[in-house]
């Protein structure tokens, strides 16, 4: 892969890459931001096929969480992308319930505390492809492999290609590469990160869910 686009929703990212004849989208942001989700896929050459199979061949989810989920019924249902999760969340997607998270630091807690309130967000919505670890995204044009990595949540996963990597709520880079703040399993998560730092080759890019790219050598500084 040599080109992709980023695409900023608001304070979560989405990435639209290349694949074959199509594309595939990373994660979807929040439906308060499908207009500018719209016109970044449109800008790009993305378009969507009305009743019949577009441009858009599949939208890998990160992890079943609102803030990636929010649009991806409605790229299913207009634009006829398959929806793509790790089947160990396939069912928190399916259902619109967020996963239970415990948080570090006080305003992660508050945060957590909100996710009752969260969970109405997201109406749920249909699994098409589960997910797993190695499996690779050849099918639909693209060489890409998915790494399962849960803590965050179970079936929280990345995806590397060619040496990027697209690491959903692994990492973020709000003013410095650091956690998430959020996790299902403290003790997973922080074997997915040690896991990821062998994974991702040495020159490479991290693409986090939250915040800007970093290198991936910045992977060795981030304690949780």
Not at 40 to 69: I, M
Not at 72 to 84: G, P, Q
Not at 104 to 132: E, H, Y
Request: neutral net charge; proline residues 6%; charged residues 20%.
């Amino acid at each position: 892969m040599t080109t992709f686009r980023p695409i900023k929703l608001g304070f979560v990212n989405a990435y639209l890459l290349p694949a074959g004849d199509g594309f595939v989208l990373v994660d979807s942001g929040m439906s308060g931001k499908r207009a500018e989700l719209e016109a970044a896929l449109k800008a790009a050459g993305c378009e969507s096929a009305g009743n019949k199979p577009g441009q858009l061949r599949l939208v890998v989810l990160t992890h079943p969480d609102y803030d990636h989920t929010g649009n991806c019924l409605w790229l299913r249902d207009v634009w006829k992308a398959k929806i793509a999760i790790h089947e160990a969340d396939a069912e928190a997607l399916e259902t619109g319930v967020m996963l239970p998270r415990r948080g570090i630091g006080a305003v992660m807690k508050v945060f957590v505390g909100l996710t009752s309130l969260l969970r109405s967000a997201n109406p749920g919505c249909p699994v098409d492809v589960r997910l797993a670890e190695g499996q690779t995204l050849a099918d639909w044009g693209l060489d890409a492999t998915v790494y399962h990595l849960p803590g965050h949540t179970r079936g929280s996963i990345g995806i590397l290609s060619s040496k990027d990597f697209f690491a959903g709520d692994l990492v973020a880079n709000w003013k410095k590469p650091g956690t998430a703040f959020l996790a299902e399993s403290f003790d997973d998560y922080r074997a997915s990160l040690a896991r990821v730092r062998k994974i991702v080759p040495a020159d490479g890019t991290v693409w986090p869910g939250h915040g800007g790219p970093f290198p991936a050598a910045s992977l060795a500084d981030i304690r949780f």
